[in-house]
């Protein structure tokens, strides 16, 4: 018979449902919930679902992770899981799939929040930077705010669009236009507008998207798209990266997607955080021994954008120890002392990179030796700089740095 050679249905399906509940879902959708023996959601998803939930509800516990551990237990039963909108736009759909094979998985999503957002706008999305921040710190947004751009911005709960406001404001982009739109696809729906400096908007539902127009004249205030941003974006004193030699280094660290970055001896976190802006995909651990200047590492971080960025306040190498293993290595301060190359090295995955800057000489005899033993690339950075002179302007050069950068032996980088 036919339906003996017929593939058999996954046992797992999502259905994105969205405010205006059952009356949103397809016919497909409405049976893949009735049908289930089990309808894992959040207590606000089974309330939408309603009447259609017919087998047992199993409302999300805490942690999350155990109700994703109980979808995963009930395999080869009829299971459905109900998600926000798109459930593999930041949505359980994403986790779901690094548990569950794609093929015992039907999806059917509903629009999300962004789509929902720019068709009441009017904003073509393809033209419109998207970001969660839901569960996120909200120095994340810093990045997208570039001239003319217009942002999609998910918030964690109803404080979220005021918060923003007050950083967007603290930033020097009062006069962005802030508009947001709560419950959209529901009886609920509503959408507000404010500028930044003057946001007064109350009771928000936490159910929210923010939309953000920033001004075309704010190209002062925006962080620049390029490697080696302004010595003065960041707070130190005196260890810090300088500008063109930072610029130099990132371009040999040549960060690519997904890869992980310790910056040994990070001083004022420059170069951590010039990786991170490269890529939302890239993370970086920094390892500083003295605690002021690990703090005002993570002050920079939140500063410029990368809240994320890990700082480790300790010795190279002993920190080292417990550390997620780097694809690239950058070693900024402390490459004399004992280990801290060696360490770097031995920790550094297969094919991996590292780029280590030495400005004193005993620095500079270590990576000499390293050279002349592993290889890589070795040059001479110099920089001088336009002074004035007694009424005149003449040259004034900065320390030279030798920069050694080596692959690891191993698989291709």
């Known amino acids: 018979m036919a339906g003996?050679?017929?593939a058999a249905r996954p046992w797992l399906s999502i259905v994105g449902i969205g405010e205006d509940g059952a009356d949103g879902l397809s016919p497909a959708a409405r049976?893949?919930?009735?049908?289930a023996e089990l309808v894992f959601g959040g207590a606000r998803h089974l309330a939408l679902a309603g009447a259609l939930v017919r087998g047992t509800p199993c409302p999300w516990p805490s942690p999350f992770s155990e109700g994703i551990a109980q979808?995963?237990?009930?395999r080869g039963r009829k299971v459905c899981?109900?998600?926000?909108?798109?459930?593999?736009?930041?949505g359980v759909g994403a986790t779901l799939s690094r548990h569950v094979p794609a093929d015992e998985m039907q999806v059917l999503p509903a629009p999300s929040a962004f789509s929902l957002a720019a068709a009441r706008l009017g904003w073509p999305l393809q033209e419109t930077a998207q970001v969660s921040l839901h569960g996120k710190a909200i120095g994340r947004i810093r990045p997208f705010l570039q001239p003319g751009a217009r942002i999609l911005a998910l918030t964690s709960d109803g404080d979220g669009p005021a918060q923003v406001a007050c950083l967007l404001a603290a930033l020097g982009f009062g006069a962005a236009r802030l508009t947001v739109l709560e419950a959209l696809g529901g009886p609920r729906a509503r959408m507000r507008t404010a500028t930044a400096a003057g946001f007064d908007l109350a009771d928000v539902d936490p159910l929210n998207i923010l939309a953000l127009e920033v001004p075309?004249?704010?190209a002062p205030q925006a962080l620049p798209l390029t490697c080696g941003l302004p010595d003065e974006l960041f707070e130190h004193d005196g260890q810090l990266t300088k500008r063109e030699i930072r610029a130099v280094t990132l371009s040999a660290l040549a960060p690519r997607a997904g890869e992980h970055l310790w910056d040994v001896g990070g001083g004022a976190g420059s170069v951590a955080i010039e990786w991170l802006l490269t890529?939302?995909?890239l993370s970086a651990t920094a390892i500083e021994q003295d605690e002021t200047r690990a703090e005002r590492i993570r002050a920079n971080a939140g500063n410029l954008g990368v809240p994320h960025l890990a700082v480790v306040t300790g010795i190279a190498p002993q920190a080292y120890a417990g550390l997620p293993q780097p694809d690239v290595v950058f070693i900024g301060g402390g490459g004399s002392e004992p280990g801290v190359l060696a360490g770097a090295l031995a920790a550094l995955k297969p094919g991996g990179r590292l780029v280590a800057n030495a400005v004193t000489l005993e620095t500079e005899a270590v990576l000499l030796e390293h050279y002349a033993r592993l290889g890589g690339s070795l040059a001479r950075l110099s920089?001088?700089?336009?002074?004035?002179?007694?009424?005149?302007?003449?040259?004034?050069p900065a320390m030279p740095v030798t920069q050694w950068s080596v692959v690891k032996a191993g698989a291709s980088a």
């Open 81 to 90: 899981v109900l998600a926000s909108g798109d459930p593999f736009l930041h």
């Open 383 to 396: 920089v001088s700089r336009a002074v004035p002179v007694k009424g005149m302007t003449g040259w004034r």
């Open 216 to 218: 075309a004249d704010t």
């Open 71 to 74: 979808v995963v237990a009930a």
């Open 279 to 281: 890529h939302p995909s």
């Open 4 to 6: 003996d050679t017929a």
């Open 31 to 35: 049976a893949l919930v009735g049908d």
